[in-house]
């Protein structure tokens, strides 16, 4: 298959991709957290599509996106008072929901569940076809599995050329890590993905307990979080400090190999003798900044020759625990 990219700023790009979804294609479009890889979730062989094209494990699954509230009562069997008030401070927004599913959604979609992830997302280009559209399109983050998400649309490219029909290219992610994924038990906020919404403000907002998921059973819930995330080609350490940073690159120095560095602005200047093999993620008093630049940076390594990827780390608190999520999974790859 010939994957055509088309820039977002074409006038003819909503229909174009809405026509691809209708007839049972796979079209990459942006979102505000990361770019997806989407299928009309009324399509039960496209939906098989996007596993394949990913190389996703069936029981991993997928994010429902919908254009407005009144479709959401049409997907599942129950919203509870805190859903709909964490919908009606959230949405349209980086944080999804798992609901009970009705039974007429696609088990494609909620890799065999009974439960199925709902976001409704607010980038214009992903509400312009989910309106166009007309229905909900199921989309996983466009990357391969396993890799780091794709936040441009020549990332996704990369991965996802010659497997699907058409690429919405929107330059970069304005969010960069994927949406929160929550769970409500028992007027408890279970965070099952921790992302852009944070605990802090999901608590703050809402007066609700926030807890993340630790416990095997909750991350059962989740099975995404199981599997290998994230990863850039060469391995990544994570270093507490800047000591053990030049320390470590020193020793793989000696050893004849090739290190980057996956630094901040604050950082930069101490690792001169490591460049150019070095990534600036943003300043770290801005993690919003750094978060938006944490795939590009993973990705950045795989068109280097590095042997081995030395990161800093971020205290895990607000924004600062997604960021750690994703470089720790990106690290244990
Ligand atoms: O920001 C995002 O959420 C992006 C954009 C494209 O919307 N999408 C995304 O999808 O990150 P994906 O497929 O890469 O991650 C979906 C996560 C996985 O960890 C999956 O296991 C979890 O959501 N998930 C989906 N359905 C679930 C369910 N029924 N119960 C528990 N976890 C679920
Ligand atoms: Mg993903």
Known sequence: MQTRVIESTDPTSILQASGILASGGLVVFPTETVYGIGASLANEEALKHIYQAKGRPSNNPLIIHIAHQDILPTLVTSITPLEQKLIDLFW????????????????????????????????????ALLETLGSPIAAPSANISGRPSATTGSDAFVDLQGS??????????????????????????????????????????????????????????????????????APLILCESMEALLSRAQQEKELGHTVGVLTTTENKGSYINYEPYVYNLGSRTNLAE???????????????????ILGETFPPEDLGRAIMDKLTKASQA
């Open 164 to 233: 699907v029909d058409l690429i919405i290219d929107d330059g970069i992610s304005s969010g960069g890590l994927e949406s929160t994924v929550i769970r409500i038990i028992n007027d408890t906020i279970h965070i099952l993905r921790p992302g852009t919404i944070t605990k802090e403000v999901l608590k703050e907002k809402t007066g609700a307990e926030v807890i993340y998921a630790e416990k095997a059973d909750d991350l059962h819930a989740s099975p995404g979080t199981q599997y290998r995330h994230y990863a850039p080609n």
């Open 290 to 308: 750094v978060s938006q630049h944490i795939y590009i940076g993973l990705r950045f390594f795989n068109t280097t020759p590095v042997d081995i």
């Open 92 to 127: 349209p927004g980086p944080l999804t929901i798992i609901f009970p599913k009705q039974a007429h959604v696609s088990s494609v979609a909620s890799g065999g569940l009974d439960t199925i992830a709902v976001r409704m997302p607010s980038h214009p280009v992903a509400h």
